[in-house]
């Protein structure tokens, strides 16, 4: 079964009611009416990129394309509308897995557990059953808000955000689960914790998790 995010219309327009904007002299912003679509012009543009293309950031409802400086803007941007959908097999086949080991005893495993009308165990199996993948990044260097996964798992933000999340928080909020890269003030309900290093300078890529990539979580021994 084919996830929403993930759109399934292969040679379909990527969005026939996109909105094209320039942004400075050297990017366009695609306006999309939702991140399914955002996600398929960015599957589409990663595998076959239009010439003059530099860079890609994803957005839940925008995607900005960065261009080089001699790029003509205006045939780039006839480019993007006339961008069709890439195979999901083909996107996913070309996608990077990662995997995160979790131990899951977060703070609110109970709480999300209530929410959901699932145990702490089914919220567990729920959370490692899916492979998810970062839809965009933002909020923190490293952190990617990851979709795909069961919905059973859509649970609201905590009504009182914490002063203090430590880094590595396994978390959820909306249809979206996320990992803390540093300690930070934060809303999402935690439910576990990982010792994978979210952002590291000396890196290359200093992010683990980018937009495209797939996540597997498994549960730690």
Same mark, same amino acid.
């Given at each position: ?7 399934? %219309? ?9 909105? +094209? ?12 009416? %939702? ?6 012009? /960015? ?24 261009? +080089? ?9 006839? $480019?993007?509308?006339?961008?069709? /959908?890439?195979?999901?097999? !083909?996107? %996913? ?11 899951? !005893? ?28 970062? $839809? ?8 990617? /808000? ?16 914490? +002063? ?6 396994? $978390? ?16 999402? !309900? ?11 300078? %000396?890196? !290359? ?17």
């Amino acid at each position: 079964m084919t996830h929403p995010d993930q759109p399934s %219309d292969a040679g379909r327009p990527a969005a026939p009611d996109m909105r +094209v904007l320039p942004c400075g002299s050297h990017a366009l912003l695609v306006e999309l009416p %939702d991140l399914r679509a955002v996600l398929g012009l /960015y599957d589409s543009l990663r595998a076959n990129p239009p010439a003059g293309v530099l860079d890609l950031v994803p957005a839940s409802t925008t995607l900005l394309v960065k261009a +080089v400086p001699s790029a003509d803007l205006a045939r780039l941007a006839q $480019a993007l509308r006339e961008v069709r /959908y890439l195979p999901r097999q !083909q996107a %996913d086949a070309q996608a990077e897995t990662v995997r995160i080991s979790v131990h899951y !005893q977060g703070p609110d495993l109970a709480e999300v557990a209530a929410l959901t009308g699932l145990t702490e165990r089914e919220v567990v199996a729920a959370h490692t059953g899916t492979l998810w993948r970062v $839809a965009f990044c933002g909020f923190a260097p490293g952190f990617g /808000y990851l979709v795909g996964g069961d919905d059973r798992l859509r649970v609201p933000r905590r009504t009182t955000s914490r +002063v203090r999340v430590p880094a590595g928080s396994v $978390a959820l909020a909306d249809r979206f689960t996320g990992v803390y890269p540093v300690a930070t003030p934060g809303g999402w !309900q935690l439910i576990g914790h990982t010792d994978a290093v979210l952002w590291d300078t %000396d890196r !290359q890529p200093p992010a683990l998790l980018r937009p495209g990539v797939r996540v597997r979580f498994v549960e730690a021994t």
